[in-house]
């Protein structure tokens, strides 16, 4: 089965009913996505499947294959720059253990890529998929805002998967 | 699980296996004898050894306490810089024992124990061995909460203190100029006279050399350049690239997964396992019998867990299959009832003469509060990899006591235990849970039956179903007040008592106080859950006070004041909440307002909560929290370490609740153990005072305050009183029937 994940093609050999969270965990290596609960209630495996968030712990590989699919590995433009919403997060200092931080990233990166002035109902409902047991929701909203502001004042950002958007 | 070990208890942080070792060592080689020579003659000597300085002028600080979101992993370091003068732009932190060149682990037993053998009694946990730390330090230390207060305090700032008087001493040989006319800044010395100036990395080989003062003078907090500022956290890059290795990322060579499923009556064997139906399951290579667990490893965890789930697993019938939460509530009651009966109970408080004030007045309140079980559900589901051979064992894990888990893994591979390894990562969430070695005790007793390294991770079922449960509770009072609506007489009785030992005691003076309590067996695991005794115990009081306040038809945050004549600290903590929280200032119809007032870990905390009712829904609109932690070392990290307290008592207050259902626990995952998510999460205001009193802790004191506040709110919106968590179980929509 081939599958791309952030951009690059991986050939993986294995189940094709095995949830796409492991698949990027145990076989591509990328462990930014992570296992919460495997039932889709908490959001931390959250990734983008052309776009849009879903919970890769429920998504069988196989629906991945011909789609584009986007981690916390795959969102700053480079090597060396963040995406908006990362240095958003280090400006409000919006983790505390970190765990659920990707999934939550890649929740408010969906969100942010359709709608660039969310209002708090927008932002609660983006969010309302993502668990964070340290409590950091006043922090995500402040960072998911100062992103929104900091996409708005930036015509040259590009948000990722912005074109394959429907 | 003993008494001792309760008192002993420190939550947010322990020592860890590396942590007494870590010298001045400024270049590796020359350690042996420095750090000899620095423990020799006083224990205390060795806290005095906590970093090392770079060739390229950079101070490496030694943490001896596991990240989890708390901020340690930045706040010690600041601490020990500023004592230094050192510019915090150049520092960098290593947790113990990330660099073995530094680490000795049989010199730091030695230290620790003052060269005894690890007594039985301490086995398994690091618990004891902080008492004995504490003891030989001549420390007035118990509690949670702790890596400011100890080891900011007595360790990061004087070994901070302690370098820079002896970098000082070396510079002064050096250039041969007096000491006192040097001056200290940003990592460098400099002697203005002669023009003189150099980084610290300059003297720091001959500083290595040179007795280091077990008590430099420290700074007074006027002269803190770096302690009280809120510098970005280290840890924060990590966590928003995704590059943070948290226990479960752990990857090595030909590493395979296991799932695992243990009996769901705590406690019960393994009886029969139809192990022929999954041995030929795609990818499975094995399976284990932990006797009271079944472990399937296979190459990746989703195989695994598929053989897991579809090996047909019989546990041996025991005793508590029967057992249901109902049950464990009766026997609750009956062991309170026998022993007042009996007069047997455990004394707690005892002053004045509650008999004797009771019968002087008929104005009395009674009331009897419970609280259920509650798991941790850290984001991170348990989880711990083992690599284990003839003649070590290394471990992968995040853990709040890797010598524990040290101690318990080389119990059960029948090793020394300077030959288990603990390789600490980012924990995904602590809250209490990761002191508890079973994970790792169960990936080891798996990785020794194969030849290669293996990951375990529980499901989030098992993570739910085999926790340490903060325990369920029964709390019963009785107040009598006097014709001024002045409490009188104060009794008040509950089960078990752990940490903090203050959590049933109240601020409040009230002459005749009897506060008792009674044991009671039950067969569910008890653990460390944030702020431990305190997130019940707030409840239990400032539920009651507000009864009480009622009943004397005074308005609950002045009926609180009138109570704190004898304790100024409390009383303008409350002040702050209630000002800052328009206290008093009308509401629109069914909102309500609920005060609350708690100590725990050295932190004096109020809260006021805002709240509305809208049919049978709740929403909480607001939390304003005050607090008074001495001093902030790192204010914005404090900050949000309230805010973080407050959502999790929150959670636990609207929704928490493990029930036993035939001896096993009932809930599973998030659907049924429901978490506080955005939506719900109210806007929290903090305020900080600082008293300049010995710091108090961060991690668990705006936990207790929150469920009272609530409930207190509650009964101010529609008059129901909530005497039994979590609300979720109670019909809000009942005010009618209630206020009648």
């Known amino acids: ?166 | 699980m003993g008494k001792w070990t309760r008192r002993a208890f420190i939550t947010t942080g322990v020592l860890t296996g590396g942590a007494f070792v870590l010298g001045v060592a400024i270049r590796p080689g020359n350690r042996a004898g420095k750090v000899k020579d620095l423990i020799a003659g006083d224990n205390e000597s060795v806290i005095n050894i906590w970093l090392k300085i770079s060739k390229e002028n950079v101070v490496t600080v030694i943490v001896p306490h596991a990240e989890m979101g708390q901020g340690t992993h930045t706040t010690l370091p600041m601490m020990l810089a500023d004592e230094m003068d050192a510019d915090l732009a150049k520092v960098q932190m290593m947790e113990a024992p990330g660099n073995e060149e530094y680490a000795n682990f049989a010199l730091g037993k030695g230290f620790v124990l003052g060269d005894k053998k690890l007594p039985l009694l301490l086995k398994g946990t690091i618990n004891g061995l902080f008492l004995t730390i504490t003891k030989q330090m001549n420390l007035q230390m118990t509690g949670g909460s702790s890596s400011v207060r100890f080891t900011g305090m007595h360790a990061m700032r004087v070994a901070g203190a302690a370098a820079r008087s002896v970098l000082l001493q070396a510079a002064a040989e050096q250039w041969n100029v007096p000491e006192e006319e040097l001056v200290v800044s940003d990592s460098y010395i400099s002697h203005t006279k002669s023009n003189l100036s150099g980084p610290f990395a300059s003297f720091a080989e001959s500083a290595a050399n040179l007795k280091q003062s077990y008590n430099p003078r420290l700074k007074k907090s006027k002269e803190f350049k770096i302690m009280g500022t809120s510098p970005p956290r280290f840890d924060i890059p990590a966590k928003v690239d995704g590059t943070a290795k948290f226990g479960m990322d752990v990857s090595l060579p030909n590493m395979k997964y296991a799932a695992i499923k243990a009996s769901p009556v705590f406690g019960a064997k393994t009886k029969h396992m139809e192990a022929d139906t999954i041995k030929d399951m795609p990818g499975v290579h094995k399976i284990v019998n932990l006797d009271g667990a079944i472990a399937v490893i296979a190459d990746g965890y989703w195989l695994a867990k598929n053989a897991i789930n579809a090996l047909a697993i019989e546990f041996e019938q025991s005793a508590n299959d029967a057992v249901g939460q109902s049950d464990i509530f009766d026997r609750y009651l009956q062991d309170m009832d026998t022993a007042l009966a009996e007069g047997n109970e455990e004394k707690d408080v005892k002053k004045g003469n509650v008999e004797g004030a009771f019968t002087e007045t008929t104005n009395t309140v009674e009331a009897e509060y419970r609280v259920p079980y509650l798991a941790h559900a850290a984001m991170e589901p348990m989880n711990c990899t083992a690599l284990v051979k003839e003649d070590g064992c290394e471990i992968w894990a995040g853990s709040q006591n890797p010598l524990g888990f040290a101690n318990s893994v080389a119990e059960v591979l029948d090793m020394d235990q300077e030959k288990v390894i603990v390789h600490n990562q980012y924990l995904g969430g602590g809250f209490g849970r990761r002191f508890v070695p079973d994970v790792a005790v169960q990936a080891a007793l798996i990785a020794k039956e194969v030849d290669y390294p293996v990951k375990l991770i529980w499901s989030r079922e098992e993570d739910i179903r085999q926790d340490h449960y903060r325990e369920a509770n029964v709390s019963r009072f009785k107040a009598a007040l006097d014709p001024k609506g002045m409490v009188t007489a104060w009794n008040n009785q509950f089960l078990f008592k752990n940490e903090p030992e203050e959590a049933p005691h109240i601020p409040y003076s009230v002459d005749n106080q009897f506060i008792h309590y009674t044991n009671s067996e039950t067969h569910i695991p008890w653990g460390y859950w944030r702020s431990v005794d305190s997130s019940m115990h707030a409840f239990f009081t400032e539920s009651f006070m507000d009864e009480l306040a009622f009943k004397a038809n005074i308005d609950p945050y002045q009926f609180r004041r009138d109570h704190l004549t004898n304790a100024p600290r409390f009383l303008k903590v409350l002040d702050l909440a209630a000002e800052k929280s328009n206290w008093g200032e009308d509401l629109p119809a069914n909102w309500g307002r609920g005060i609350s007032l708690h100590q725990s870990f050295g932190t004096i905390v109020a809260q006021v909560a805002e709240i509305e009712i809208v049919e049978d829904r709740l929403k909480v609109h607001r939390v304003v929290c005050a607090a008074d932690p001495g001093f902030a070392f790192h204010p914005d990290g404090f900050n949000a370490q309230m805010e973080s307290g407050i959502i999790f008592g929150l959670t636990a207050a609207l929704y928490g609740e493990i029930s036993i259902e035939n001896g096993a626990v009932k809930q599973s995952n998030f659907h049924d153990y429901q978490m506080l998510r955005m939506q719900e999460s109210p806007n929290i205001e903090t305020y900080i005072i600082t008293s300049d009193n010995w710091p108090g802790g961060a991690g668990e004191p705006s936990t207790p305050c929150i469920a009272p506040a609530l409930t207190n709110a509650i009964f101010n919106a529609s008059g129901i009183r909530i005497r039994e968590l979590p609300v979720k179980n109670h019909n809000l929509n009942a005010k009618s029937e209630i206020l009648g």
């Open chain 1, 1 to 166: 089965m081939i599958i791309s994940i952030n951009n690059e093609t991986h050939e993986v050999d294995v189940d094709s009913a095995t949830p796409l969270l492991w698949v990027i965990r145990e076989k591509i290596g990328l462990t930014g996505t992570k296992f919460g609960c495997g039932i889709g209630q908490c959001g931390a495996c959250t990734v983008q499947l052309d776009g849009k968030p879903i919970r890769s712990c429920l998504t069988p590989v196989q629906q991945a294959v011909g789609k584009e699919i986007t981690t916390i590995e795959g969102i700053a433009p480079n090597e060396t720059e963040l995406h908006v919403i990362q240095q958003a997060w280090i400006e409000e200092q919006v983790p505390q253990c970190g765990y659920c931080q990707s999934g939550q990233i890649l929740s408010a990166h969906a969100l942010l890529t359709k709608n660039t002035y969310p209002t708090d109902e927008d932002i609660d409902q983006a969010m309302s998929g993502n668990i964070c047991r340290c409590g950091t929701y006043s922090r995500i909203k402040s960072g998911i805002k100062l992103a929104a502001e900091k996409l708005r004042n930036s015509s040259t950002t590009k948000i990722l998967n912005n074109g394959e958007m429907d």
